[in-house]
């Protein structure tokens, strides 16, 4: 029984340091252009960019993970047959994506790395269900850090850095890891490439999307409001602070995701002293996160920041805690759809105080906005939903339905 806990304790383990790898790469390729070789505003130019691509990928990838698990977890010898279904019935929609981009204004180099930027992370999504179905996680690991080698190699090239710089190095990063990806993956996937797309997958795989895309806005509104209303070297800046942040408050995720299944099944009493424990631990992880990330945007990045910076960071990360426990809870009442909707309220609620406070406090009101949206969704979490009579959730879920999984 122990050896299988510690087991699984380590694949959770290694599979949120798999996560992880993505924003730590992408602070410390901040580092590198920001700091290292003074382009702030480069970087700041960049992240617009970055946000239109990060936005088309998501919704390129149409909930195609979790879709995948569960289809897969049903039929475990079709997993290569339901992974290229859902992958040709996407990518019919990638000309479409292509096409936006032509509308974006780059000049044509910059339009090609970016379009290659989208096939190549178009790709690199999809492989995210084969990746925890074989559980090669150390493999993804090690492609990661190949990328990211190779990212700084492009940086670090150029006397002159121009934003063009930074995109092609990130198309090029996107590129080498859906190579390797696909040279790992590809026994496992099948080679019988007919381009079958499979049946009613949009349907399917709605839910799922619409779970994704509705915590994606929330998290990120003040960012986009950011990207819309503050110079590019402000620009770069906020995203560097808010995605620190952000990094601690994966730890709400990581903390509760070993424990969906439980949480899905268990009785309110039980539930609740476990999001008590989660809570206390919650607290503490903020204290030392927001210490590390005083020492990280104050002493490597030099940003200068005061105390208010750091207590919003505090704020921003401790609700997290709360409600991720709660966030099962009501994917094991079969209530996605009022996880939905509390995350659009959350979002709408992030643009308008984001964008009320911009215009007052600059880009600290962006930070203020992010804050007054996660305590308004931990206070509508909180809010008692449906149970059974004898205080137990109706399980209608599974774990590949996460609040983590976002």
Not at 47 to 75: C, P, Y
Not at 162 to 173: E, K, L, M, Q, Y
Not at 349 to 376: D, E, P, R, Y
Request: glycine share 10%; net charge positive; hydrophobic share 60%.
């Amino acid at each position: 029984m122990n050896s299988a806990l510690i087991r699984r304790g380590r694949i959770v383990l290694v599979n949120a340091t798999r996560h992880l790898m993505v924003p730590l790469e992408n602070l410390g390729a901040a580092w590198l252009v920001v700091v290292f070789r003074d382009g702030a505003a480069q970087w700041g130019a960049f992240v617009g960019t970055q946000i239109v691509v990060g936005l088309m990928v998501h919704v390129l990838s149409w909930g195609n993970k979790d879709w995948v698990l569960r289809r897969a977890a049903e039929e475990p010898a079709a997993m290569g047959r339901l992974w290229q279904g859902a992958l040709w019935a996407r990518a019919r929609f990638l000309p479409v994506a292509l096409l936006i981009v032509l509308f974006q204004g780059h000049d044509p180099v910059t339009f090609v790395w970016v379009a290659l930027w989208i096939l190549a992370a178009f790709l690199v999504q999809s492989f995210d269900a084969p990746i925890l179905i074989t559980r090669r996680f150390k493999t993804a690991i090690a492609i990661e850090m190949v990328a990211f080698a190779v990212i700084v190699m492009v940086l670090m090239q150029p006397a002159d850095l121009r934003v063009s710089t930074v995109i092609r190095a990130w198309a090029v990063g996107a590129l080498v890891r859906a190579s390797l990806l696909l040279l790992t993956l590809i026994k496992r996937l099948g080679m019988g490439f007919g381009l079958v797309v499979e049946p009613r997958y949009f349907a399917a795989a709605a839910p799922f999307f619409l779970l994704g895309l509705s915590g994606m806005l929330q998290s990120k509104m003040d960012l986009y409001m950011a990207n819309l209303f503050l110079d590019d070297p402000e620009v770069g800046r906020y995203q560097v602070i808010v995605n620190t942040f952000i990094m601690l408050q994966a730890g709400g995720a990581f903390l509760v995701v070993p424990f969906a299944k439980t949480l899905y099944r268990a009785k309110e009493a039980v539930v609740a002293a476990f999001a008590r424990s989660v809570w206390l631990i919650g607290v503490g992880i903020t204290g030392v996160g927001i210490s590390g990330a005083w020492v990280l945007l104050n002493g490597i990045y030099h940003f200068g920041l005061g105390l208010p910076w750091f207590v919003l960071g505090a704020l921003l990360v401790l609700p997290v805690f709360g409600y991720a426990p709660r966030v099962y809870r009501l994917f094991g009442a079969g209530r996605e759809r009022a996880v939905v909707v509390i995350s659009l309220v959350g979002a709408g609620v992030n643009l308008v105080v984001s964008v009320m406070l911009l215009k007052t406090f600059g880009a600290i009101g962006a930070l203020m906005g992010s804050v007054v949206s996660q305590w308004l969704t931990l206070g509508l979490i909180l809010i008692p939903w449906d149970h059974s009579s004898d205080g137990a959730v109706v399980c209608s879920g599974d774990s590949n339905s996460s609040f983590g999984s976002r």
